[in-house]
């Protein structure tokens, strides 16, 4: 299973690296704006960083803008990968990138129709959001199952379910129980994955059992 982290955060995305917790990233048009990071600079240095994908949103909706933002991200390295609204449009840049050995992300998918479109339309990826899901009724993880069940059934489909808008670690362990390939977190959410009050607990205990034999491992 992959980790890929949800920020744009560069000290967040340095130190999840180093912790093997960072297979890729992903950002959007949100974490940039909170980054306050000049975009391209941001992608560049992210992409020096972590040699996993990284996905890079577009910023236009239309067809022709969405094809001339994608061919300046593509240019900044061999790893960024190009990450598309799933609408009509999105969709057909999708294809087109494909088509040209491009990666894409098809993002905002929130239907397991949408994510048969993003595979039809040979996507690298299909995003879909289970917190955002899950924040107006639905089942998230749900959606989850029932499009693993879906590409089960089509080996030509090679579009791979990246589980996003994750919001604990439980997110986490439900989707792995399902079989996701990757979910993508934030930082916060990935080393929340660590953290058990019985360990802290259990911790606590040894470190004060072994403050009382008077012994050093290391002298
Ligand atoms: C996915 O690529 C998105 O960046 C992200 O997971 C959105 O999550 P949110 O619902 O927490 O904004």
Redesign the pocket.
Known sequence: MKFFA?TADIAEIRDLAALGLADGV???P??VAASGRDFMALIKEICAVVPGPV?AEVAATDEAGMRREADVLRAIAGNVVI?LPLTLEGLKVCSALTAEGTQT?V?LCFSAAQAILAAKAGATYV?P?V??LDDVGARGMGLIAEILEIYRHYPDFTTQV?V????SPMHIVEAARLGAGVV?A?PAVLRQLAVHPLTDKGLAAFVEAWAKTGQKIVS
């Open positions: 949800d992903t950002t959007n949100s974490l996905s990450k992300n993002t995003s959001f917190g955002r990246l996003a808008s994750i919001r993508t934030p």
